[in-house]
């Protein structure tokens, strides 16, 4: 059970396009969503939190505008990289929460996104 | 807000020894400690975690000792096998705040 999936899990795009991550709960509802991002032998850096129907709330640094995060259903939320550039080439990790789960995340499989 | 620093960075073990990863965090806040092993290309799995009503926690080869006054906790891996090699992170949260602050992580090597 617990179980978290990330789609696509690769996209290559060219530089100003916009991509979409979905991160889906497929055996439990989550209130709350987390976005990671990773760079290649680094720790994982928290970029925003999202509550099912509620706006996100973005870590300092993080460009809401430029980082749209949707949580629209308790088993799916979506990010999307609007006019990406290089420097937006990543490993984005999405984790999923249970309500009644004390503090426990359950983490996707990752999007490595790589733009031209 | 919190701080969790982690060490080593780089561990190497021959198969069958014991391996031991540290972790210091900052906000006394701090209630619960999970540990995650991440494999290339893949996203982070919860191999163990601690809350801080408990100072020690087994399952099988695996286990976490948490050490509140202190502030640091431990990830402790017996008879190490060549599928164990990994990057493990620790983490800690906030109490009320479910969003988990990692360490650096540490890149373990079980040589066969």
């Known amino acids: 059970g617990a179980v978290v999936s990330q789609h696509p899990s690769r996209v290559i795009c060219k530089s100003g396009t916009s991509v979409k991550i979905e991160c889906r709960s497929l055996?439990?509802?989550?209130?709350?969503m987390f976005w990671y991002r990773q760079f290649p032998k680094q720790s994982l850096m928290l970029m925003a939190t999202?509550?099912?129907?509620?706006?996100?709330?973005?870590e300092q640094g993080v460009e809401k505008d430029k980082f749209l995060i949707n949580h629209a259903s308790l088993t799916l939320s979506t990010l999307t990289v609007t006019s990406a550039h290089p420097e937006d080439s990543s490993f984005y990790i999405c984790?999923?929460?249970?309500?009644?789960?004390?503090?426990?995340?359950?983490f996707g499989p990752g999007t490595r996104l790589t733009v031209l | 807000g919190e701080n969790v620093e982690q060490h080593p960075s780089t561990l190497s073990v021959q198969e069958g020894d014991s391996a031991v990863i540290k972790c210091t965090y900052s906000d006394s806040a701090s209630n619960y400690f999970p540990w995650y092993k991440q494999e290339l290309g893949k996203g982070p799995q919860l191999i163990i975690d601690?809350?801080?009503?408990?100072g020690e926690k087994k399952d099988q080869r695996i286990a976490v000792t948490l050490n509140k006054t202190a502030k640091h906790f431990s990830l402790h891996i017996t008879e190490t096998q060549p599928e164990d090699s990994a990057v493990y992170f620790c983490a800690a949260s906030i109490a009320g705040r479910r969003a988990l602050t990692f360490g650096s992580g540490t890149r373990l090597q079980v040589q066969p």
């Open positions: 055996d439990f509802q989550a209130t709350t």
């Open positions: 999202s509550n099912e129907g509620s706006k996100a709330t973005y």
């Open positions: 601690i809350r801080s009503n408990v």
């Open positions: 984790s999923a929460s249970i309500a009644r789960s004390y503090n426990e995340q359950f």
